[in-house]
């Protein structure tokens, strides 16, 4: 299957791009840099073409000078073989921003398949003569028929409500609010508490029990207690409540938890820099795909950058790495993030209270947010009664910005559909 990003390409494309135009041979016209999904190749494009359009030398020198980013420019260069094949990259890059609009289509067909007030007979033929728009005169390898197909399944994809537009949560009754994570960065953010691991592991226990490939770094907790919390989760119960008598299976869940092929552990024994976890990660994922990356959380990662830089900014850098490695592994990448204690009144967190670290909201597509009630209530409700709980889906791409009803039990730290209907992955 084609990709829906072309980052080699990219890379490749503006490098040879800078090297005919030094040597005098760039090409009249060139791609524009909205089909870039990279930030600081598209920033270099636009300035390309900026000092092309004033008559000024476009170069590798320039364009470093006026971007201050001539460590990535050099990256670019260096990737390219020959300048002969800048029209092959070119096509590469068109037909995965193609395949991105067509992607967003659909996931526009999602809403209006789960939006049971939604006028179909008029919404979708609209969307249908978008996709159909999307068609190139010159197709690049099956773009084109793909669109085809899914212009003329429009009308049936609307009507099926169980499609998925990205991976499992691990959860069905959450698979239907979300159609599925995307291959993006999501924040995931809530007070200490308030059960940002525990819907973690619960949703990677989910997701390896239906066959994918879970990549869980575990910076909070060591591996031997993320594996004792899960194993708890399953069996639905508390620590205090183990006895003799459950014991045997307790332990059986435990060897099958941290033994499991589907589950990639990393722990902070290893590293909390920032590169390094994201070449673990790179590493597991050229042994075997990864299908979801799950950090937990964000308050343990050693951000790259010098001190005197300010956190934010250092924090930043580390959003927008994860960002990038939610496209160039092409699975979703769950950042956890704790939100202070301070300013807590009660009411479900906004998205304001992210705006203190670093660029968070910017470089993340998907905000969750969680909240439930007993949090801050005097004494807190009794442990084994399910409590109402929500996700709040502060910013998204395709899908209405609405909580997610559910149920927390603080006992087992585990959610459940608001109705309480079975379990089923």
Not at 120 to 141: F, G, K, T
Not at 277 to 306: F, S
Request: net charge negative; aromatic share 6%.
């Amino acid at each position: 299957m084609t990709a829906l990003y072309a980052p080699d390409a990219e890379r490749r494309y503006l490098g040879a791009l800078l090297m005919l135009s030094l040597a005098g041979g760039a090409p009249d016209s060139e791609l524009d840099p909205a089909l870039f999904t990279q930030l600081e190749i598209g920033e270099a494009l636009s300035a390309y073409r900026r000092l092309k359009g004033q008559g000024r030398p476009a170069n590798e020198f320039s364009v470093g000078d006026v971007t201050g980013n001539r460590a990535v420019i050099r990256e670019c260069i260096d990737a390219v073989v020959t300048t002969v094949a800048l029209e092959d990259d070119a096509a590469q890059i068109r037909e995965a921003a193609t395949r991105r609009a067509l992607l967003a289509r659909a996931q526009r067909a999602a809403t209006l398949a789960h939006d049971e007030a939604a006028d179909l007979n008029r919404e979708l033929p609209v969307l249908a003569d978008e996709i159909a728009s999307l068609r190139q005169r010159e197709a690049v390898d099956d773009a084109s028929a793909s669109i085809e197909r899914v212009a003329d399944d429009l009308y049936q994809f609307a009507e099926d409500k169980s499609r998925l537009l990205g991976r499992t949560t691990g959860y069905r009754w959450l698979d239907r609010w979300t159609a599925g994570l995307r291959s993006d960065l999501y924040v995931v953010a809530g007070r200490p508490g308030m059960g940002k691991s525990a819907l973690a592991l619960q949703c990677i226990d989910g997701q390896q029990r239906a066959g994918l490939h879970v990549f869980a770094a575990s910076l909070e907790m060591s591996i031997g207690a993320s594996a004792m919390r899960m194993a708890l989760q399953r069996m639905g119960i508390a620590k205090e409540a183990l006895t003799t008598f459950n014991r045997g299976p307790f332990l059986e869940h435990m060897a099958d938890i941290r033994d499991n092929r589907n589950i990639t552990w990393y722990s902070s024994n290893r590293s909390t820099a920032i590169d390094d976890i994201v070449a673990a990660i790179l590493d597991a994922h050229r042994e075997r795909p990864i299908d979801c990356v799950w950090i937990d959380h964000l308050g343990y990662i050693e951000h790259r950058g010098e001190r005197s830089e300010g956190l934010p900014y250092r924090i930043g850098r580390t959003t927008k790495a994860l960002a990038r490695l939610a496209h160039r592994i092409e699975a979703p990448v769950m950042l956890l993030c704790q939100l202070s204690r301070a300013g807590a009144d009660g009411e479900p967190p906004q998205l304001i209270h992210l705006r203190d670290s670093g660029e968070i909201e910017q470089d993340a597509r998907w905000v969750w947010m969680l909240h439930w009630d007993g949090y801050y209530q005097t004494p807190r409700p009794p442990a084994h009664v399910g409590q109402p709980y929500a996700i709040y889906q502060r910013k998204t791409q395709d899908a209405p910005a609405e909580a997610i009803p559910l149920m927390w039990r603080q006992d087992c730290a585990k959610v459940f559909p608001r109705s309480y209907e079975t379990e089923q992955s």
